[in-house]
């Protein structure tokens, strides 16, 4: 009798099992059915938002081209091709949003007076491949293949100059591409402009500490002490860096009552992307910034940049965006080197809710103060 009692609770036992685990996966592939469906209805919406432009007289068109006998990719997009045009170089390295090729019809602002190019760099986004050689992921090579770029981009769409603007990683890309080819550009725009890197990290670790300290964190305030300031030797040390820094608002300023850019807008805004299948929205957001900056030369180049001492002085226009609040760039190493700066015009401009990643009220003031510039 005993033995029967058991054996008709193990079964009871396997049934519950065996339904939470069914319903568990019933859960599982509906949220993932919705996920899709969610994905490929908002798909349907940004080519139908670009599709006016390739009707008319603008462009909103993909395309593979070969830039230092690598396939990469651009977008090209704007209301109109007669309209100057603006080359965008993303951040990272390694991370091509926010203004890679998945930024198809989300910067109409923008778009309605410029032709914008939205450039996926090499092992970055829609660009990355698995067996390209990491010892080609180098500061020269990147610019390489960006005067490629810009000398197609002259060629295709017959102007004599374009501008420039650089955001993050890319503003050191953009700087120097300014400085060397001036004749190749109208102005250049940096956003969140990387001055001295190495300056920058240790101004970021005390900000961390301090911050950290009064927020009563004191995990976050010991981890600090252990690893001590950057640079580590130590990869172990630089991610626990990495990880602190991204928990804390050096990246994104949190604004009370105002609608502000998030994490989980940048991801969205890549997943939803209609150009991108979903290995590209892995590739974009975790294998592409990984390989990059954890395989190749180009991060630890990155880290010995010093515009300071590099250029004094640049032969087109300089105007610098940057958030109030940015401890990654931060503001007490770009308005020396600005004051400095010799240039035919220049003009800083510091944005009220932002720090690294642009709040979108301020994305909107970048946009217009570009278009103040090229109209």
């Known amino acids: ?29 509906v949220c993932l059915g919705t996920l899709i469906i969610f994905r490929e209805v908002n798909q349907k ?19 593979e081209i070969e830039l230092g006998g690598v396939s990469q990719y651009i977008l090209i997009e704007g209301q109109s091709k007669g309209n100057e045009m603006c080359l965008f170089l993303h951040g990272g390295p390694g991370l091509s949003a926010p203004y890679g090729v998945s930024s198809r019809a989300l910067y109409p602002e923008l778009t309605d007076s410029c032709t914008a190019v939205y450039w996926d760099q090499r092992g970055s986004g829609k660009s990355y491949q698995s067996d390209l050689d990491l010892a080609s992921i180098t500061y020269e090579q990147l610019s390489q293949d960006a005067i490629e770029l810009v000398d197609y981009l002259l060629e295709t ?13 890319g503003t050191i890309l953009g700087m ?3 400085h060397d080819y001036p004749s190749k550009f109208h102005a250049y725009f940096g956003i969140g402009q990387v001055v001295n890197a190495k300056q920058a990290d240790h101004l970021t670790y005390d900000w961390l500490l301090n911050e950290y300290s009064t927020l009563g964190d004191e995990e976050s305030v010991a981890l600090l002490k252990q690893i001590g300031k950057p640079p580590y030797k130590k990869e172990k040390n630089e991610m ?11 990246y994104i300023k949190n604004n009370d009552g105002e609608k502000g850019v998030s994490l989980l807008e940048l991801i969205q805004n890549v997943y939803l992307s209609p150009d991108l299948t979903l290995w590209e929205v892995y590739h974009t957001l975790i294998k592409g910034p990984d390989m990059i900056q954890n395989e190749s030369p ?16 640049i032969e087109v ?22 004051n400095t700066l010799e240039a035919p015009e220049k003009e800083i401009i510091l944005l009220e809710e932002s720090a690294h990643y642009l709040n979108n009220n301020d994305q909107l003031k970048v946009f217009e103060f570009i278009k103040s510039k090229i109209n």
């Open 176 to 178: 120097r591409l300014a």
């Open 298 to 313: 180009l991060w630890k180049e990155t880290r010995y940049v010093n515009l300071n001492e590099e250029i004094k002085q």
């Open 157 to 169: 769409f017959d102007k004599e100059k374009i501008y420039l603007i650089g955001s993050s990683w």
């Open 317 to 338: 226009p300089v105007y610098f965006l940057q958030g109030m609040y940015d401890q990654i760039t931060p503001n007490e190493l770009l308005t020396p080197f600005f």
């Open 240 to 250: 626990i860096f990495q990880r602190l820094i991204a928990k804390s608002e050096a």
């Open 45 to 63: 919406s940004r080519l139908g938002e670009a599709e006016p432009y390739n009707e008319t007289e603008g462009i909103s068109e993909l395309r």
């Open 1 to 29: 009798m005993i033995r029967l009692r058991c054996m008709m609770i193990k079964k009871n036992i396997i049934k519950y099992v065996l339904e939470f685990v069914a319903g568990l996966l019933i859960f599982i592939f």
